[in-house]
């Protein structure tokens, strides 16, 4: 047991009746009570025990067998102690081996979104179709799409040259793939977070290989706000009715 | 008036003297009919020892024995391992609760993983569902409803927070422990020994988020059900009479995986990392976002810390 300090150790070992009274405290592990006890008595030159008063102790003599029964009642005591301590006190681990860290791999992106089957290529109508670049309401083709983007048109994003691209605010053109660059550029704070891992959703390993996502896997980009979801359902009630019956049940069986 | 007394007082004690001998007789017949439950006593757990007592050949033997009986209970390839914490490292969790929308996928997850009773029903995650009015100013736990029911979510003008054990750093139910059966590991997770768990509930009294669930009944856990990959402070089932909570997926964590709860979520409200490492998820959201933590009045130190993104 490292409850006391080294230092201590050596205060209290001097004198061999008294270091072993204090090795038994010690062993015990809280015995300070008995480790005071022990300091009361004095150890003079000739290596006789002295009372704090400078009175000789006459040891061992009949004469102070209160003395020597309070001796034996203190060890007694540090012995029982002890041996509680050893039963009930909590114990260090000693089943584990000390385990170290592994390097950190760069997180790699799980499965980007595809893009949407039933148009993309765009290019394949866009190519012969000659550009309207108004604002107007679709009616003919992508009627579908509720834009709710912050009044966001198609060509703020889709570059009107090459159907198959993106652009970001700047003209420079972007791949359907690297469409987080786009969303980024108003969401920058959303790009730090995301950048590292608060924002959205990592799996894998906390500590190893992690996977991410793009801002397009959990968001629509022509309509980003979630859509509510199903619900599982709730946990069940206490059941008072149920629980007596499975009582009264379990209180006849033995009996039968 | 004394006679009828007088007269009374024999026949009192006469009645009481027969209800003795019906006890003592219901008593002994109990024990007659005892030997079909003695066969299923398994001395081995009854006197194990406690886990943090035990040596690395010790723990070997303890984790073959529980392993072998639950392969032959289930049929599937239990392994059992007790995998210690990694040096340098204490687990913290993070919720935003800003995204949460209370579709309850967590909660599942979490029994699948953990291998929670069926019947009777067990979770360790509740999500508690709040109007967003009265949370203005913070959460109080007692206006959240855990048994809201809804076919979808989140639900107009609500908000939800998930409950399960904050893992404290001065835990409440670890100082009130009257065997040790439960403690807080070396990486910040409070275990339970289920062996050495006698069911006094004091745990359950002191925990202020009422994470910790009893097991009143007989845990029922279908055997195809049962997830092999158990932990021996955390996912392996559980027996009556013992209390189990949250173990941050303690058999997933400390191989670095992420927990079960964190990779259902559909929304990536949930995050999880290493306390101690400055360039975690958990030290980035506790460093840049606005954070807090359950009834932090109580100095409990969670280290599971709520926030908005």
């Given amino acids: 047991m490292d409850h006391l300090a080294p230092d201590r150790l050596s205060e209290l070992g001097r004198d061999g009746s008294v270091s072993r009274i204090s090795s038994i405290g010690i062993a015990g592990g809280a015995g300070h009570s008995g480790c005071s006890t022990a300091l009361r008595l004095q150890t003079d030159e000739r290596g006789d025990v002295t009372a704090p008063d400078g009175n000789r102790v006459d040891s061992p003599s009949p004469r102070q067998p209160v003395l020597w029964l309070v001796v034996g009642a203190v060890i007694t005591g540090l012995v029982i102690f002890q041996a509680m301590y050893l039963t009930l006190g909590p114990q260090p681990a000693s089943g584990y081996a000390s385990r170290e860290l592994p390097p950190q791999p760069e997180p790699v992106l799980l499965a980007s979104a595809e893009p949407d089957e039933d148009y993309y290529p765009c290019s394949d109508c866009h190519e012969d179709e000659p550009t309207d670049r108004t604002v107007r309401a679709l009616e003919d083709e992508h009627d579908e799409l509720e834009l709710a983007h912050g009044g966001l048109w198609c060509l703020h994003c889709h570059e009107a040259d090459d159907r198959d691209l993106l652009h970001l605010a700047d003209g420079i053109q972007v791949g359907f793939d690297e469409s987080w660059r786009l969303c980024t550029q108003c969401h920058g704070e959303k790009l730090q977070d995301w950048r590292a891992g608060v924002h959205g959703k990592r799996v894998g390993h906390w500590w190893g290989p992690k996977q991410y996502q793009t801002c397009v896997t959990c968001h629509r980009p022509h309509e980003p706000r979630f859509a509510p979801i199903e619900a599982m359902p709730p946990p069940l009630r206490p059941d008072p009715a149920r629980h007596v019956a499975a009582h009264v049940e379990e209180a006849h069986e033995p009996i039968e | ?309």
């Fill in chain 2, 1 to 309: 008036m004394s006679r009828s007394n007088d007269a009374k007082d024999p026949r009192e004690r006469r009645t009481s003297r027969r209800g003795f001998l019906k006890g003592a007789g219901a008593g002994l017949a109990t024990l007659a009919a005892a030997p079909s439950q003695v066969s299923a006593f398994d001395f081995e757990s009854f006197f194990q020892k406690h886990f943090r007592e035990l040596s690395p050949a010790e723990i070997d033997e303890y984790l073959e024995r529980l392993a072998r009986k639950l392969r032959e209970q289930t049929g599937k390839d239990v392994q059992m391992r007790a995998t210690g914490p990694v040096d340098g490292v204490v687990f913290g969790y993070g919720l935003d609760v800003s995204r949460c929308i209370g579709c309850r996928r967590c909660v599942y997850a979490c029994v699948e993983e953990n291998n929670q009773s069926r019947d009777p029903q067990i979770q360790w995650i509740r999500v508690l569902e709040f109007e967003r009015e009265r949370v203005t100013r913070g959460f109080d736990l007692e206006d959240g409803d855990a048994y809201y029911d809804r076919e979808m979510a989140p639900a107009e003008g609500k908000v939800y927070l998930p409950i399960s054990c904050q893992h404290c750093e001065d835990s409440p139910c670890t100082n009130v422990c009257p065997t040790g059966a439960t403690w807080t590991e070396p990486d910040g997770i409070v275990v339970i020994d289920y062996d050495w768990c006698i069911g006094c509930r004091y745990c359950m009294a002191a925990c202020p988020y009422g994470a910790r669930i009893f097991n009143w009944g007989e845990p029922n856990l279908p055997a195809e059900d049962v997830n092999p990959d158990m932990h021996v402070l955390g996912n392996r089932p559980r027996t009556r009479g013992v209390v189990e909570k949250c173990s941050f997926c303690i058999q997933r964590v400390r191989d670095g995986r992420y927990p079960a709860c964190l990779e259902a979520c559909p929304v990536g409200a949930r995050k999880f990392g290493n306390l101690l490492d400055p360039d975690s998820e958990i030290r980035y959201l506790l460093e840049h976002k606005r954070t807090f933590v359950l009834k932090p009045e109580l100095k409990t130190r969670p280290k599971f810390f709520y926030f908005y993104g």
